[in-house]
C-alpha cells in the first residue's frame, strides 16, 4: 500500500493540481448525476421529459468537442481550465434556479451550456495529462484523474445523505445550489498552475496529416460502448427510484458507497494493467460487469419480492466499478495506439462520441419508455452493446500488441 500511495506522490506537482481542480468540477457533476432526475421528477416532469433535457447536455458536447479539440492542438491549456472551473458552478446554479421558479422555457438552453463548459475541462484534461507528465507516471495520473469522479460522487452522496436525513425540509434543489457554490473552489488550484506545455504545431499541417486509420480503430469501441452506456447510466437513479421507490438520500448512499469502491479499484488500475496486462485486465472486468448489469435488470421483473433491491444494488456495486476500472485501461491504450500527434484529436472525439451516443441514446430511451417498455429490456439492449465493444476492445489490443512488437524488432 505505502508503495502505492507513493506512486502517486510522484506525479507532478502541476497535473495534481489540474487534478484536484477537476475534482470540484467532478463533485458538480456527480451530484447531478445523483438526485437531478429524481428533483426533476418530483417537480412533476416525466421521464420521457426529463430525458430530453438531459440530451441537450449531450448534444452540447457532441458539437463543441470536436472543434475544441482541433483548436486547442499546441495551445495553452489552463485557459479553457479556468472558463470550465467558473462555467460548470455558475450554469449548474441558474439550472436550479430556473427549475425552482418554473422557468422551464430556459432548461433546453442551460442544459446546452452546462454541457459546453463541462466540454472545455472534459476535453483538455487528457492532453493535459499526456503533455505534462513522464511516461512512467502516466498510468497514475490517468488514474487518479479518473478517480476523481468517484471521490466527487462519495463526497457528493455524503452531502446529500446528510441534508436527507438530518434537515427534512430542505429539497433536492438546495442541496445541488449548496454543492454547485462548493465547486467554485477549483479555481483556486488552477490559479497556482505554473507548467502547461504546449506542443508546437507544424506550420503545414493538414488534416490528413493525422493518422485516420488508427484514429477511426481507436473509437469504434468506445462508440459501441458509448451508445450502450446512454440508454442507462444517465437513468439508472430512475430504475431505482420507480421499480424500488429508492429516494434521493437513499440513492445517494448507495451511488456513493459505488464510486468508493470505483475509486479504490481505479488506483489500483496501474498494478492491474502490469500484472494482467491490456487484455485480460480491460476484457475480464468489462464481461464481469456485463453479467452483473443484467442480473441488475432482471429484478425488475422481480420487483415485489423483499430480496429484489438488495440483489438489484450489489449488481450495481459490481457493475459500476468492473465497468470504470477498464476506463483508464482503455484511455491509456488508445492514447498510446494513436501517438502524440493523435491524441488532442482522439481526446476530443472520444468526448463528442460519449456526449454524440449519450444525446441519441437519451432520445432512444425517451421513446422506448414512452411506448411502455420495461427499464430492463433497455438494459439488455445496454449489455448486448457492451459485449461487443469489448469484443472490439480485445481485437483493437492484439493489432496494438502486434504493432508494438513489429517496431521492437525493427
Not at 476506463?327 to 482522439?346: C, I, R
Request: net charge positive.
Amino acid at each position: 500500500m505505502n508503495k502505492l500511495i507513493r506512486s502517486y506522490l510522484k506525479i507532478e506537482e502541476h497535473v495534481l493540481l489540474m487534478i484536484k481542480s477537476e475534482f470540484f468540477i467532478q463533485l458538480i457533476g456527480a451530484s447531478f448525476f445523483l438526485i437531478l432526475n429524481i428533483y426533476l421528477a418530483k417537480k412533476g416532469f416525466s421521464d420521457p421529459e426529463i430525458a430530453n433535457f438531459i440530451s441537450y447536455r449531450f448534444l452540447a458536447v457532441m458539437l463543441l468537442a470536436f472543434p475544441l479539440g482541433f483548436y486547442i492542438r499546441g495551445k495553452p491549456l489552463k485557459p479553457f481550465f479556468i472558463l470550465g472551473s467558473v462555467g460548470v458552478p455558475f450554469i449548474a446554479i441558474l439550472l436550479v434556479l430556473a427549475v425552482e421558479n418554473t422557468w422551464y422555457e430556459y432548461l433546453p438552453l442551460l442544459f446546452i451550456l452546462w454541457g459546453v463548459v463541462f466540454t472545455l475541462f472534459q476535453v483538455s484534461s487528457l492532453p493535459y495529462i499526456m503533455r505534462n507528465t513522464i511516461p512512467k507516471n502516466q498510468s497514475h495520473a490517468i488514474s487518479l484523474n479518473y478517480a476523481t469522479h468517484s471521490f466527487g460522487t462519495i463526497l457528493s452522496g455524503i452531502i446529500i445523505f446528510g441534508f436527507g436525513n438530518y434537515m427534512q425540509k430542505i429539497n433536492e434543489g438546495v442541496i445541488l445550489l449548496f454543492i454547485a457554490f462548493i465547486g467554485f473552489f477549483g479555481v483556486y488550484y488552477l490559479l497556482k498552475i505554473k507548467i502547461d506545455k504546449a506542443v508546437p504545431l507544424k506550420r503545414n499541417f493538414r488534416w490528413r496529416n493525422l493518422d485516420w486509420s488508427l484514429l477511426v480503430k481507436a473509437i469504434i469501441p468506445t462508440l459501441i460502448i458509448a451508445i450502450g452506456a446512454g440508454l442507462t447510466i444517465p437513468f439508472i437513479n430512475l430504475f431505482f427510484y420507480h421499480n424500488f421507490k429508492v429516494d434521493s438520500s437513499a440513492f445517494a448512499v448507495i451511488g456513493g458507497f459505488s464510486s468508493l469502491l470505483v475509486a479504490i479499484l481505479s488506483l489500483l488500475v496501474p498494478n492491474i494493467k502490469n500484472k494482467l496486462g491490456f487484455k485480460k485486465g480491460i476484457t475480464y472486468t468489462q464481461t464481469t460487469a456485463i453479467i452483473a448489469l443484467i442480473a441488475l435488470a432482471t429484478t425488475e421483473f422481480f420487483a415485489s419480492y423483499w430480496w429484489a433491491l438488495p440483489i438489484a444494488i450489489v449488481c450495481f456495486w459490481i457493475r459500476t466499478p468492473l465497468m470504470n476500472m477498464a476506463a483508464p485501461m482503455t484511455s491509456e491504450l488508445t492514447m498510446n495506439y494513436v501517438g502524440k500527434k493523435n491524441q488532442e484529436m482522439l481526446s476530443a472525439i472520444t468526448a463528442a462520441i460519449w456526449s454524440g451516443s449519450w444525446f441519441f441514446s437519451s432520445q432512444i430511451f425517451r421513446y422506448l419508455i414512452a411506448e411502455g417498455l420495461p427499464y430492463a429490456y433497455i438494459f439488455y439492449i445496454t449489455a448486448c452493446m457492451y459485449a461487443f465493444g469489448v469484443f472490439m476492445y480485445y481485437l483493437l489490443i492484439l493489432d496494438y500488441e502486434k504493432r508494438n512488437h513489429s517496431s521492437y524488432e525493427n
